[in-house]
T-cell receptor, first 114, second 109 residues
Framework: EAQVTQNPRYLITVTGKKLTVTCSQN?????MSWYRQDPGLGLRQIYY???????DKGDVPEGYKVSRKEKRNFPLILESPSPNQTSLYFC?????????????FGDGTRLSIL | GIQVEQSPPDLILQEGANSTLRCNFS?????LQWFHQNPWGQLINLFY???GTKQNGRLSATTVATERYSLLYISSSQTTDSGVYFC???????????FGEGTQLTVNP
């Protein structure tokens, strides 16, 4: 089954404790992206990757890191999480950056930073 | 960047009623998608429809790209249709989907 898998689905942690949210897709997609969703602000892009070893900032990259060492994986790293990073996070992928193809979304990760 | 506006922001229906949700976008797009966000927060992909008309059961969607709008039709609504419906568009030269603010749909029994 074609899918985007995020882990964990839920996480409660404390300020400053490094964490990684994993994202994996099994569709051989080149393009992957991270979004965060906040009440009143909608979904905003954090980072995206057009292919292996190619990443770029989205609208709200501060406080986040990403890497794309393999095509299927695109982890989101919070080196020193803060309460303002409490949010619902989504990973997405599509065939290519410029393709007129749909983006497929993971089920979301709810992060609470205390 | 592209602007995406949805209307209405809130909609309350009785079970069995029909509804139309609208999405206006400000630029040419090569990707337009409709999503339903369920109570568990999952984004369910309803339609990929940068132009034309598609139908899937009780749901259908139409995008008129030249006039920069898309419509989502829900017929014979059910309580399980409740949730937030998002339209998202990607401009031809863009790097991301830009989401509208959503329509909160409540279907009462």
């Amino acid at each position: 089954e074609a899918q985007v898998t995020q882990n964990p689905r839920y996480l409660i942690t404390v300020t400053g404790k490094k964490l990684t949210v994993t994202c994996s897709q099994n569709m051989n997609h080149e393009y992957m992206s991270w979004y965060r969703q906040d009440p009143g602000l909608g979904l905003r892009q954090i980072y995206y990757s057009m292919n292996v070893e190619v990443t770029d900032k989205g609208d709200v990259p501060e406080g986040y890191k990403v890497s794309r060492k393999e095509k299927r994986n695109f982890p989101l790293i919070l080196e020193s999480p803060s309460p303002n990073q409490t949010s619902l996070y989504f990973c997405a992928s599509s065939r290519t950056f410029s393709s007129n193809q749909p983006q497929h979304f993971g089920d979301g990760t709810r992060l609470s930073i205390l | 960047g592209i602007q995406v506006e949805q209307s209405p922001p809130d909609l309350i229906l009785q079970e069995g009623a029909n509804s139309t949700l609208r999405c206006n976008f400000s630029d040419s797009v090569n990707n337009l998608q409709w999503f339903h966000q369920n109570p568990w927060g999952q984004l369910i992909n309803l339609f990929y429809i940068p132009s034309g008309t598609k139908q899937n059961g009780r749901l259908s969607a139409t995008t008129v790209a030249t006039e920069r709008y898309s419509l989502l039709y829900i017929s014979s609504s059910q309580t399980t249709d409740s949730g937030v419906y998002f339209c998202a568009a990607k401009e031809t030269s863009g790097s991301r989907l830009t989401f509208g603010e959503g329509t909160q749909l409540t279907v009462n029994p």
